[in-house]
Every structure is written in structure tokens, then in C-alpha cells.
Nanobody, 124 residues
């Protein structure tokens, strides 16, 4: 079993930055695709970005492209999300998720391992 724990969320003004972390335990997630999803109140969970096990491939939602950067450190069993130029519409609960597959999929049901989420609130 894999346990994922997110951290780094908080309250930030529009235009600011935050760095989210997701630490994995239970087993190595080196062979896992790792992703970030987010869910705002009253909305469905949406794909934000993902990274392949080797970090050679990444994928971003159009809404965050150019502002967010995903990275991973397999030696630390962790994945990170650097969020710059934050907007009020980025306000959501951010989740990391993983699957033992090389493909970066964008549908939440394709991921079996989830963290509990970390809240990001961007004020205008």
C-alpha cells in the first residue's frame, strides 16, 4: 500500500507563489506516475498536472500551463508542485495521486492512491 500526504497549502494573495509537497510512504513510488488534482467547492475534481516515473514526461492542464511546475525526487519518494502567478480561480483543495503505470492519465478514477488534500486559497 502507498500512503500519500500533501503539505504546503495556505492563503496567498493573487500573483503570489506556493510550493506543495507530497510525501509517499509504504513503498517506493519510483515506478509510479504521480499527479496533482484539485477540487473547488461545488465543482468536480480536475486534473492539474502529472509527471512520469522518470520525470522525462509531464503534462499540464491549459489553465495552469506556464504558471505551475511539477517535479519529483525519487530518492525522497516525493512529488512537488511549484505554483506561481496564482489567481483566485486556483483556490481549491489540492490532491496528489499516483498509479503504477507509465501513462499520465487525466481522469481521477484512473488513480488508486490519493492523499487527503491540502487547501490553497488565493485572495484577490
Amino acid at each position: 500500500q502507498v500512503q500519500l500526504v500533501e503539505s504546503g497549502g495556505g492563503l496567498v494573495q493573487a500573483g503570489g507563489s506556493l510550493r506543495l509537497s507530497c510525501a509517499a510512504s509504504g513503498r517506493s513510488v519510483s515506478p509510479y506516475t504521480l499527479v496533482w488534482f484539485r477540487q473547488a467547492p461545488g465543482k468536480t475534481r480536475e486534473f492539474v498536472c502529472g509527471i512520469s516515473w522518470s520525470a522525462t514526461d509531464s503534462r499540464y492542464a491549459n489553465s495552469v500551463k506556464g504558471r505551475f511546475t511539477i517535479s519529483r525526487d525519487n530518492s525522497k519518494n516525493a512529488v512537488y508542485l511549484q505554483m506561481n502567478s496564482l489567481k483566485p480561480e486556483d483556490t481549491a483543495l489540492y490532491y496528489c495521486a499516483g498509479r503504477p503505470s507509465p501513462r499520465i492519465l487525466t481522469t481521477a478514477r484512473d488513480y488508486g492512491y490519493w492523499g487527503q488534500g491540502t487547501q490553497v486559497t488565493v485572495s484577490s
